[in-house]
């Protein structure tokens, strides 16, 4: 009953009653072109928030790819793939292999044509070469090495590996003469056990016939200043590597302050039996300095 109350005090009999709902209609209709006027003002701080959500994101950086000696390019092919379907824009550098000083002079010039950042990366003496190339370039933003040399200065990749014994590198390698010096290759016969010991065996046949060889004295050449001194450095180790030793390469990684990960029982090939941890790392540092 208390719940009729005001239906009856509002509707009741006489003059007096229909006056009260006639006022109380007319304030309702004055009161809707009040709100159909301010409803326009609603949709701003949406417009607002959706500006301010849909603001561009930074490119991503350029990933730099440098392959060592005994290879060439296509051994980044399946790091590449993975690399380029997560949106970043990828380069892999044909390292020349003629000496330190040449080699990282000619990296050095493809980085003075890439605009905005860099990731830089480098594999087994291609890391030997970043580290002098990267110098006096702001735009490269990390240096990734996978299985590489990462020298100091006045070092050589053959000091690093007489530092480090086990390397069984050196008594693999077959010495061809060109004009003005010497080329070394990977004995194919020797090319699995020290190079590739976890990729498979057609595929490592392939790779020993299509190796690129490096001139000899490259692995002698000091190195310069090295750019991991100010530069952010990841790094890979291949825990079963038999070119460059794992002891050498942690060595080297904990010198340089790198971020350092191990792929245990991988090769010196750890880019080509395992591209899913060597893209992750890349990935990472490419993250940390976006």
Known sequence: MTGTKPVRSLAGGGRRGRSTLTALAIGALLAVPALSAAAPADPAPAAHTATASAAPRAPKPTVVLVHGAFADSSSWDAVTARLQRQGYPVLGVANPLRGLAGDSAYVSSVLDTIPGPVVLVGHSYGGAVITD?????????????????APDQGESGLAILGEHPGSE?????????????????????????????????????LMAAGQRPV??????????????????????????????????????ALRAGSHTEVVRGASHAVL???????????????????
């Open 133 to 149: 190339a990267a110098v006096g370039h702001a735009n490269v933003k990390a240096l990734v090495y996978i299985a590489a040399f």
């Open 169 to 205: 590198l050196p008594s693999a390698l077959t010495v061809r003469p060109f004009p003005g010096g010497q080329d070394a290759y990977v004995d194919p016969a020797a090319f699995r056990q020290v190079f590739a010991a976890d990729v498979p065996a057609a595929r490592t046949r």
């Open 215 to 252: 001139a000899l004295a490259a692995f002698a050449e000091p190195s310069g200043t090295p750019a991991w001194r100010t530069i952010p450095s990841w790094f890979l180790v291949a825990g079963a590597d038999r070119a460059i030793p794992p002891a050498a390469e942690r060595a080297m």
């Open 272 to 290: 080509v039996s395992h591209p899913d941890a060597t893209a992750h790392i890349i990935e990472a540092a490419a993250r940390a300095t976006s």
